[in-house]
C-alpha cells in the first residue's frame, strides 16, 4: 500500500549524495526540487548550493529544477546557476516528469529525481518510473512544528525502513556519513 511513496535511495541531504558515482551508474541528469530540499522554503540559493551545481554539472551531470512555484521564484533561485527548470510542475502529477526528460534530452531512466516530500517529489517520480533520492526536508533549528502530512510521512518512513526490499534500489550513490537513519546497511 505504501511502496508507491517508498524512495529508491534516502540521503541526509543533497550534498551527501555522490553525483559522480550517479554517472558511473549510468545516470546522466538530476532533477531537483527547490524548496526544503536545495534550501529552506522560499530562500535564494546560497554559495555552497551554487557550487554543488558546478560540481553536478562538472560531474557530467544535466540539471532541471521541477517546482510547483511559479517562474519568478525560481529564477531568483536561479541568479547564479546555470539549469533549466519546469515552474508551476503541479506535483505529483507525471506530466512535467516526463518533459523534464524530455528537456534533458535523455530517457527517463538515465535521470534521478532528488526531493524532500514522499506525498509530492517521490510519489510523482514512482508513478512514472523514474528512479528518486528523499533527502531530509531542510527545517530551521528552531522549529518545532510541522504539518500533518510530514507526521504521515514519518509513519511510512518506518515502514520503510522495515522493508528491505524496496531500499538502496539504485546502490551505493552516498557520500561518507551520507545515508539517512531510516536507511538499513546494504549486505
Known amino acids: ?3 508507491m511513496f517508498y524512495p ?11 553525483y559522480h558515482k550517479l554517472y558511473t551508474l549510468g545516470y546522466r541528469g538530476v532533477i531537483f526540487d527547490i524548496d526544503n530540499t536545495l534550501v529552506h522554503h522560499g530562500e535564494d540559493s546560497t554559495k555552497e548550493v551554487d557550487q554543488l551545481f558546478r560540481e553536478i554539472h562538472k560531474a557530467g551531470l544535466k540539471t532541471l529544477l521541477l517546482s510547483n512555484n511559479d517562474t519568478e521564484r525560481i529564477e531568483r533561485f ?3 546557476i546555470d ?3 519546469i515552474p508551476d510542475a503541479d506535483k505529483p502529477k507525471v506530466d512535467n516528469y516526463y518533459k523534464a526528460v524530455k528537456m534533458l534530452d535523455m ?16 510519489f510523482g517520480a514512482n508513478r512514472c518510473g523514474m528512479a ?6 531542510l ?10 502530512r510530514r507526521a504521515l510521512e514519518k509513519v511510512i518512513l518506518k515502514f520503510y525502513k522495515l522493508n528491505k526490499f524496496c ?7 552516498y557520500k561518507e556519513g551520507g545515508r539517512s537513519e531510516y536507511a538499513v546497511e546494504q549486505r
Not at 527545517?139 to 500533518?148: C, L, N, V
Open 132 to 137: 528518486n533520492i528523499l533527502v531530509k526536508f
Open 78 to 80: 536561479l541568479a547564479n
Open 1 to 3: 500500500m505504501f511502496k
Open 8 to 18: 529508491y535511495e534516502y540521503a541526509e541531504s543533497v550534498f551527501a549524495i555522490d
Open 107 to 122: 530517457k527517463k531512466e538515465e535521470a534521478v529525481f532528488v526531493g524532500d516530500q514522499l506525498f509530492t517529489d517521490i
Open 139 to 148: 527545517r530551521h533549528e528552531d522549529e518545532k512544528r510541522f504539518g500533518k
Open 167 to 173: 531500499q538502496h534500489r539504485i546502490g551505493d550513490i
Open 83 to 85: 539549469s533549466l527548470y
